[in-house]
């Protein structure tokens, strides 16, 4: 072989090597848009459950459309004592349901660490005896209890889950709360990690670490 097969050679390798690195570049690139894109069709999703539910249980009571306390579910109607009772449980089996399908989605890779961790702090607000909301912390509580008992599709680590946020919420203020929610959320992370590489692959696999590496952690707990 002449030095001109070996700069052939050469020449061809390299060749090689660039069409290999374009192309893991190019797969890369599509694997990041299609979970873009799931993200945005999930939270989709998640948005038209609550609007849903809303609408199911209208009640005037609540600021907040997500969250809608189902004792007034017919507005001008006279319920028994039994009938409010029951149109309460079935508000708060699909309120939960929706919430586990939440941790759900984010654990696979199809929620933004910024989305998760503002829906959870919400249920933060709602369990904190100090809440200016129109749902009552014992209401909130209530509800749970009673879909954790009775509502078969609350796995243990869901329902470890929001042990923990009721804890978060007896932090006395919201900068503490914040911090104990991301580094829930970051150990979580930590602990499935099995399942959230199998998942989410090589995308995201860890997002609340390296939030705290770029130093985001002290950045959230001031939002």
Request: with cysteine; hydrophobic share 40%; glycine share 4%.
């Amino acid at each position: 072989m002449d030095i001109s097969d070996w700069i052939n050679a050469a020449i061809a390798g390299g060749a090689l090597v660039i069409s290999l690195i374009v192309s893991m570049v190019t797969l890369t690139r599509t694997a990041w848009i299609e979970m873009r894109n799931k993200r945005i069709e999930v939270l989709i999703h998640c948005i038209a459950r609550y609007e849903t539910l809303s609408r199911d249980f209208p009640d005037q009571k609540s600021e907040n459309p997500a969250y809608k306390n189902a004792e007034s579910k017919v507005q001008n109607a006279v319920q028994s004592p039994t009938e409010t009772a029951n149109a309460q449980a079935s508000y708060f089996r699909r309120l939960w349901a929706i919430k586990k399908e939440q941790v759900d989605f984010w654990i696979a890779g199809y929620v933004d660490p910024s989305d998760i961790f503002s829906w959870l702090m919400t249920d933060v607000d709602y369990f904190s005896e100090n809440t200016n909301l129109k749902i009552t912390s014992r209401e909130y509580k209530q509800g749970w209890e009673e879909v954790k008992k009775h509502h078969g599709l609350m796995d243990d680590d869901f329902i470890e889950i929001v042990e923990n946020l009721q804890k978060i919420a007896i932090h006395p203020d919201r900068s503490s709360q914040q911090r104990e929610l991301f580094m829930m959320l970051e150990r979580i992370e930590n602990q499935r990690s099995r399942e959230i590489r199998r998942l989410r692959g090589h995308i995201g696999r860890s997002w609340f670490r390296e939030l705290r590496s770029h130093g985001l952690l002290n950045e959230w707990a001031r939002l």
